[in-house]
Structures are given as structure tokens and as C-alpha cells.
């Protein structure tokens, strides 16, 4: 935790000391958001110069390679649509239950 705080966050020893955990681990939740942005930004690029070639046989998606964010983490297309079945079974039983 240290070093990314002195490395990607860029602060010195001094904030170490008046910055709380909490804080420190927002800091780091903003820092992997603003990364994912940019690799979908350079994602987009590379779709465009992909699909545009006219050599595939399917378009490539954006999130084809960066993946998808959820709850602060990167899935790629296999784990999120397993996470996406085990969030419907969950509110499916929950509403179940309510009934």
C-alpha cells in the first residue's frame, strides 16, 4: 500500500502521515477508475482502426479489451456475465422471500 501511495499517487512522507486509510484507499479507488477510463479511451481508437480495417469476421467492442468495471474491479466478458447470473439469482430469491 505504501509504495503505490509514493508511486501512481505521487505522495510525499509527509502526506502519509496526515492522510487516514480511508482516504489513502479512495485515493487508490480514483486512481484504477481514472486508469480504466484511459485504457477505454485508447480502447475506442483501437476499435475504430479494427472494425474500420474491414477484416473481421465480428466488430470488436471496447469492452472486448479492456473488460467492464464493476464494484472497482475489471471483469472480462466471461466473469461478468457469470457475475450478472449470481446478482439475478440473488434478487430473484430475495423477492421470493419478500413474498
Known sequence: ?????????????????????????????????RKYLENKQQAQLACWLLNGSGNLKHPVRIEDLVGFWVDGD????????????????????RKAGEN
Open 74 to 93: 475489471v471483469m472480462d466478458k466471461a466473469e461478468y456475465l457469470e457475475y450478472q447470473k449470481k446478482r439475478i439469482r440473488r434478487n430473484k430469491a
Open 1 to 33: 500500500m505504501r509504495l503505490a501511495a509514493l508511486g501512481p499517487l505521487s505522495l510525499s512522507h509527509d502526506d502519509l502521515w496526515i492522510t487516514t486509510w480511508g482516504e489513502l484507499l479512495d485515493l487508490l479507488y480514483g486512481y484504477r477508475y
